[in-house]
């Protein structure tokens, strides 16, 4: 399984970014899909997660209300949809997957997930 993120950039703050993961290599498998972020000299935090067996949806309080995390139609691909974005929402982000048959409560660890991507700069300024 490959996962590979585009869409970040540059924005001005109160601006919007759509961020997009594509999945290779995808199995008729269910499984629960995140986007973390890191800021330079901090942790991987994480933001959002989402499970392709249903429409399950989860966002860490810094982000509720603001981003929005949703599935393609062939859920081979997911995407965050970042609003009134933030200086502070400044950081590369990572799109992780994990074959799993749930995606809940303690799915906010990188350590759940197995697979990631190279991640997508995104700059609010």
């Known amino acids: 399984v490959q996962l590979v993120e585009s869409g970040g950039g540059l924005v001005q703050p109160g601006g919007s970014l759509k961020l997009s993961c594509a999945v290779s290599?995808?199995?008729?498998?269910?499984?629960?899909m995140a986007w973390f972020r890191q800021a330079p000299g901090k942790e991987r935090d994480w933001v959002a997660n989402?499970?392709?067996?249903?429409?399950?949806?989860r966002y860490a309080d810094s982000v509720k209300g603001r981003f929005t995390i949703s599935q393609g139609a062939a859920k081979n691909t997911i995407y965050l949809q970042m609003n009134s974005l933030k200086p502070e929402d400044t950081a590369m982000y990572y799109c992780?997957?994990?074959?799993?048959?749930?995606?809940?409560?303690?799915?906010?660890?990188?350590?759940?997930?197995?697979?990631w991507g190279q991640g997508t700069q995104v700059t609010v300024s």
């Open positions: 989402t499970y392709t067996g249903g429409s399950y949806t």
């Open positions: 992780a997957a994990v074959i799993d048959f749930a995606c809940g409560l303690g799915y906010n660890s990188p350590d759940k997930y197995r697979y």
């Open positions: 290599g995808y199995t008729s498998r269910n499984y629960c």
